[in-house]
Structures are given as structure tokens and as C-alpha cells.
């Protein structure tokens, strides 16, 4: 069995700050893809990033950064100089190998005020 | 923008029911899937289509299926509508990384 826990429901955080979406995902499976979306008020899924469970080189683009520890299971994913077109829903949606779909977490809302 | 397409935008529709939503998906992609997202929630796996068959399946009844086409353009269909099917249904073509781009959503009422 496989679970996505996305323990924080809401965040909320002033414009310039930097904030992190934790992730947890627990799986059997050695071999598995791991990917953020991002939904804003308009309702359409946004794909942020997508990162392999064998390679832990945390990467960054832009103002986005992510921490993959598979130790742990987390993927933790960070902006920075938060902005308020940054205010949306986060989701993080673990694909494995063997399933042919994405399992999304809850979602955390991040809403950033001016 | 994705290049993902959906149709309709909104639909309402009455309990026993039946419907069909409608999806382009992105030029070259030949792997569409649907999901369901109720209110608050993530969204949850329907099936997945690849080449016109159906080839993976979330936990939903046989009332939910679907058609790929040769366009590789899809149609989802949920016959006798409960009140529970009420939410925003979201078709998504695959890039050649498995990350998935969706489309803006139908979303579906049901009184």
C-alpha cells in the first residue's frame, strides 16, 4: 500500500516570505516519480516539477526549490520572495512504476497576502 | 496553458441521468486519463486510456467509462448519475516524462 500525507491543510504567509510544502509518501516501491501541482482559484492543475526516486540532487529553478530525502520519504517543496500570484492550492502526486496514475495528496493551501 | 481542451465548462444535469464529457488532449500525446475532484479534495484516478484502450483503473464502478479516439481526443460517460458524481472532472494527456498536463475542468452538478 502507498499513502501521500500532506499534513498541512493551510498556510498562510505575507508577500516576500519564503515558504515550505512538506509531503510525505510511503510506498514499498524502490522505484517511483514524484511531482507537484499547483492549482489556482481558476481551478486548472499546473505542473510545477517532477523528480525520480533515485536521484536525490536537490535542484532550483527560479524561485521554486525542492528537497527530495528518500530516508525519510519527504519531498519538500520550497518557494522563495513568496508572491501573491503564488496563492493556489499545492498538491504533491507520487506516480509508481508499476500504476498508471498520479496519487494526490490532500492539497495545502498556501495563501499569500500583500 | 496546456493545450489540454474540455467540454463543456459546466454541466448540470438531474440524479439517473446520463453524460458525456468531452477532452482534446495535447498534440502527439497518445496517453489520456481522467480524474474526479470533489469539493476540497485531491483529485482521484478514473482510468486511463492509451492508443483507444483502456489500460489502468482507479476504484470507480462500471457506471464510469469512457472512448479514446483515433485523434486521440476522449470522452468520459457516467450513466445513472448519483448525487455523489457532483464535481469538477479533469482529463489529462502525458508527456514523455509521465508528468501529466491537465485541462481547465468540467465542472458537473447533479440534483
Known amino acids: 500500500a502507498q499513502k501521500v500525507t500532506q499534513a498541512q491543510t493551510e498556510i498562510s504567509v505575507v508577500e516576500k516570505e519564503d515558504v515550505t510544502l512538506d509531503c510525505v509518501y510511503e510506498?514499498?516501491?524502490?522505484?517511483?516519480?514524484l511531482f507537484w501541482y499547483k492549482q489556482p482559484p481558476s481551478g486548472e492543475l499546473v505542473f510545477l516539477i517532477r523528480?525520480?526516486?533515485?536521484?536525490?540532487q536537490n535542484e532550483i529553478s527560479g524561485r521554486y526549490s525542492w528537497n527530495f530525502q528518500k530516508s525519510t520519504s519527504s519531498f519538500n517543496f520550497t518557494i522563495t520572495a513568496s508572491q501573491v500570484v503564488d496563492s493556489a492550492v499545492y498538491f504533491c502526486?507520487?506516480?509508481?512504476?508499476?500504476?498508471?496514475?498520479?496519487?494526490f495528496g490532500s492539497g495545502t493551501r498556501l495563501q499569500v497576502q500583500p | 496553458e496546456t493545450g489540454v481542451t474540455q467540454s463543456p465548462t459546466h454541466l448540470i444535469k438531474t440524479r439517473g441521468q446520463q453524460v458525456t464529457l468531452r477532452c482534446s488532449s495535447q498534440s502527439g500525446h497518445n496517453t489520456v486519463s481522467w480524474y474526479q475532484q470533489a469539493l476540497g479534495q485531491g483529485p482521484q484516478f478514473i482510468f486511463q486510456y492509451y492508443r483507444e484502450e483502456e489500460n489502468g483503473r482507479g476504484n470507480f464502478p462500471p457506471r464510469f467509462s469512457g472512448l479514446q479516439f483515433p485523434n486521440y481526443s476522449s470522452e468520459l460517460n457516467v450513466n445513472a448519475l448519483e448525487l455523489d458524481d457532483s464535481a469538477l472532472y479533469l482529463c489529462?494527456?502525458?508527456?514523455?516524462?509521465?508528468?501529466?498536463?491537465f485541462g481547465p475542468g468540467t465542472r458537473l452538478t447533479v440534483t
Open positions: 489529462a494527456s502525458r508527456g514523455d516524462r509521465y508528468e501529466q498536463y
Open positions: 510506498t514499498r516501491d524502490t522505484t517511483y516519480y
Open positions: 502526486a507520487p506516480r509508481t512504476g508499476g500504476r498508471r496514475a498520479l496519487t
Open positions: 523528480r525520480n526516486s533515485f536521484d536525490e
